[in-house]
């Protein structure tokens, strides 16, 4: 009693309740999870040893810690630390409300995770995810595979893939035509968001509809926001905002999903993007309105995110790096002149990008727009002489590899010639993950950042407005002022 005493005198009695609240919040939260962990831990006894490590805090862990590395954008550290003072191959940690997790780590654990997809392990995420993303809940099997094979057509086929650059290419066009010109000063991140949301809108569901896109946009940047959040869903929480904003977001596509569907019954639309492919199967399944919603969200979310954490930061380094700067641009020179005025890219003119994509691929050994992924064990397994129990949760990250000496030679100095001739050893660079659940958009999104870079890079050089901006995780990699530059346009400038 007296202690409680001396801890309200020193803490205001409001952040006591609201440790109080955040407890049993975490509590609830956590329920369900903390059975699953308790059956995993009584199979400890008998299975063998766990890596070692911590659990952190109770109910929150490490997650703070990991929070924190991320917003110092020094994610690596979290790993770094872990892996000289535990284990480099493994570690027990407690992450978003999950007191059972093994961080696996090392070019080795990307390849065991990877290879055995469906086998030992499957894809998981937190519940403040499944909360987002109500049918990605339990991904079962079937689910997921049935997932990919819809959207793999229009992803990855060629002859889509091929269609999608004249498209983007018009739309970085209008963008650079709509944002930047005439501008002396412009902040790249909002701008080079636009264009990527626009893009997925169109591409995944034919709309261009200014006041729809704008609806959409902002609701997408708190969705974004709130997913790896604190988990705490209370008025004026980047948690609560996104569930808020999924909701608002739902409701939109829920209408316009429910005409396309009725166009698509009556054969009037058969435009062949990702929402008429989704449609198909919609038609003949078990893939209700409600579904398929929730799956364009997810793609329109991942499609747009990741690619505009890329160019954001790729244009970031152009700025601080000149001699890149001047390679890219020759690079990009020789692919324009060659052009009608007017003439669209196409396929063949992304093949010779080659420098340019190095340079992206750097940008993402830098800073991967999706820095890791979870895996529930579906059974008891031994890793590296570890026991690891059934239920237990996995977790990869980049920057276990992407950041280590071992396998990139000066990891802190951008040199985009790593990826020349055969380029990283296998499973060191993992900016798409690999195995069963690789990421199926990125080649799409490898046309989306040549694309705009090809047009923002023939037109201007820039500079930063902030010269020490910094670049924080949280959870994709963003420059904390959305990256102000100075514009200087080639015809201003004196060769
Ligand atoms: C630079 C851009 C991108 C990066 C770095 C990236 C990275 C990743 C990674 C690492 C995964 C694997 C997660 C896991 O192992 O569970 C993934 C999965 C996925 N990505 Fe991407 N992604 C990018 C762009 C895109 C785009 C443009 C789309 C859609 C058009 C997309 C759609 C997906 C989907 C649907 C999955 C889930 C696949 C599955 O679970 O089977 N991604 N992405």
């Known amino acids: 009693m007296e202690l409680l005493q001396v801890l309200i005198s020193i803490v205001p009695l409001s952040s006591l309740l609201i440790a109080v609240l955040l407890y049993y919040y975490f509590k609830v939260m956590m329920t369900t999870d903390d059975d699953d962990d308790n059956n995993a831990v009584q199979m400890i006894g008998g299975g063998g040893k766990l890596p070692p490590g911590s659990r952190g805090w109770p109910l929150i862990g490490e997650s703070m810690e990991l929070l924190r590395a991320g917003r110092n954008g020094q994610v690596e550290k979290f790993f770094q630390d872990r892996m000289s003072k535990h284990s480099n191959q493994a570690f027990t940690t407690s992450l978003f409300g999950q007191s059972n997790m093994v961080a696996l780590c090392g070019p080795e654990a990307h390849k065991f995770l990877f290879s055995n997809e469906h086998k030992l392990v499957n894809s998981w995420w937190p519940r403040s995810v499944h909360k987002l993303f109500p049918t990605t809940s339990r991904q079962v099997r079937e689910d997921a595979m049935r997932m990919r094979s819809l959207i793999m057509p229009a992803l990855l086929k060629a002859e889509a893939l091929q269609r999608y650059v004249g498209s983007m290419d018009a739309m970085a066009r209008r963008s650079v035509e709509r944002g930047w010109v005439g501008k002396e000063e412009v902040r790249?991140?909002?701008?080079?968001?636009?264009?990527?949301?626009?893009?997925?809108?169109?591409?995944?569901?034919?709309?261009?509809?200014?006041?729809?896109?704008?609806?959409?946009?902002?609701?997408?940047?708190?969705?974004?926001?709130?997913?790896?959040?604190?988990?705490?869903?209370?008025?004026?929480?980047?948690?609560?905002?996104?569930?808020?904003?999924?909701?608002?977001?739902?409701?939109?596509?829920?209408g316009m999903v429910q005409k396309r569907s009725c166009d698509h019954h009556h054969h009037h639309h058969q435009n062949g993007d990702m929402l008429s492919h989704m449609l198909k199967i919609n038609?003949?399944?078990?893939?209700?309105?409600?579904?398929?919603?929730?799956?364009?969200?997810?793609?329109?979310?991942?499609?747009?995110?990741t690619a505009t954490a890329v160019i954001t930061c790729?244009?970031?380094?152009?700025?601080?790096?000149?001699?890149?700067?001047?390679?890219?641009?020759?690079?990009?020179?020789?692919?324009?002149?060659?052009?009608?005025?007017?003439?669209?890219?196409?396929w063949d003119d992304i093949q010779k990008m080659r420098?340019?994509?190095?340079?992206?691929?750097?940008?993402?050994?830098?800073?991967?727009?999706?820095?890791?992924?979870?895996?529930?064990?579906?059974?008891?397994?031994?890793?590296?002489?570890?026991?690891?129990?059934?239920?237990?949760?996995?977790?990869?990250?980049?920057?276990?590899?992407?950041?280590?000496?071992?396998?990139?030679?000066?990891?802190?100095?951008?040199?985009?010639?790593?990826?020349?001739?055969?380029?990283?050893?296998?499973?060191?660079?993992?900016?798409?993950?690999?195995?069963?659940?690789?990421?199926?958009?990125?080649?799409?999104?490898?046309?989306?950042?040549?694309?705009?870079?090809?047009?923002?890079?023939?037109?201007?050089?820039?500079?930063?407005?902030?010269?020490?901006?910094?670049?924080?995780?949280?959870?994709?990699?963003?420059?904390?002022?959305?990256?102000p530059i100075r514009l200087y346009p080639h015809a201003s400038l004196r060769h």
């Open 188 to 254: 790249v991140f909002e701008l080079v968001k636009e264009y990527a949301f626009r893009v997925a809108c169109r591409l995944f569901m034919s709309v261009e509809d200014e006041d729809l896109v704008r609806r959409l946009v902002r609701p997408f940047g708190k969705l974004a926001a709130g997913i790896f959040a604190v988990p705490l869903d209370v008025p004026g929480t980047a948690y609560n905002k996104a569930v808020k904003a999924s909701r608002v977001i739902r409701e939109e596509l829920r």
């Open 283 to 305: 038609g003949s399944e078990t893939l209700s309105d409600e579904d398929v919603v929730n799956k364009i969200m997810g793609l329109l979310i991942g499609g747009h995110d």
């Open 314 to 346: 790729f244009i970031k380094y152009m700025a601080e790096l000149p001699h890149i700067y001047d390679l890219v641009l020759k690079e990009q020179r020789e692919i324009a002149k060659l052009k009608r005025p007017g003439e669209l890219l196409n």
């Open 355 to 483: 420098h340019t994509w190095n340079v992206a691929c750097e940008v993402m050994r830098f800073w991967a727009p999706v820095q890791g992924a979870f895996k529930e064990a579906l059974t008891d397994f031994t890793y590296a002489g570890f026991f690891i129990p059934k239920g237990f949760k996995l977790y990869w990250n980049v920057n276990t590899t992407h950041k280590n000496p071992d396998y990139f030679a000066e990891p802190e100095k951008f040199d985009p010639w790593r990826f020349e001739g055969i380029g990283p050893a296998p499973y060191t660079y993992v900016p798409f993950g690999g195995g069963a659940r690789t990421c199926p958009g990125k080649e799409y999104a490898r046309l989306e950042i040549l694309v705009f870079m090809h047009n923002l890079v023939n037109k201007y050089r820039w500079e930063k407005v902030i010269a020490d901006e910094k670049i924080i995780v949280d959870p994709m990699p963003v420059p904390t002022n959305g990256l």
